[in-house]
């Protein structure tokens, strides 16, 4: 927790409507500036790591497969590589896997993942993920821009399927 968050806190117990609308406007204008340098989407996970429960996979091993429940929500990805079987897309350390589903409103996968080699991940589940959205701005902005990133990828690899179908 930075002073930036325990300024919100007071505010929140007493510090005055007045100083919260300030403290709320410093914070959105923080997350513009950000919103403004960043070209990519990178989740902030040195503030969410509380919330992160560690699991390990071996090679070969499937982490989800397509259409199951994403009630375990989303994975950071901290050593090796993560394979979704639909689309010729590998996930490697740094990235986050899983995103889609933990905030589908059918929260079901999307496609399956399959572990190509040893790996540690950190898992946010699903509700903790929703719960974050809406209580940290940046999180929430993260999250959008990551999944409109993806959903923009998976456009463009159909659409260049179906041109090549023709």
């Known amino acids: ?40 989407a990178e989740l902030p996970i040195e503030a969410i790591k509380p919330f992160l ?16 429940a994403a009630d375990d929500g989303m994975y950071y990805i901290a050593e090796g590589e993560i394979e979704l079987a639909e689309f010729p897309v590998v996930c490697r350390a740094g990235d986050i896997v899983g995103e889609m589903g933990a905030f589908a409103p059918s929260r079901g996968r999307i496609a399956t ?32 821009s990551l999944i409109l990133d993806r959903l923009s990828t998976d456009l463009e690899y159909y659409a260049r399927l179906a041109e090549h179908s023709h």
């Open 1 to 40: 927790m930075d002073w930036v968050d325990l300024l919100g806190l007071l505010c929140a117990f007493g510090g005055g409507i007045a100083f919260a609308t300030l403290f709320r406007r410093y914070k959105m204008r923080h997350l513009r500036q950000r919103a403004a340098k960043t070209d990519h």
């Open 53 to 68: 429960t560690e699991k390990r996979l071996s090679a070969g091993q499937t982490l989800f497969r397509k259409g199951d």
């Open 113 to 144: 993942a399959v572990c190509r080699v040893d790996a540690t991940l950190y898992c946010l589940s699903a509700d903790k993920a929703r719960e974050l959205y809406f209580r940290n701005p940046e999180f929430g902005f993260d999250v959008l």
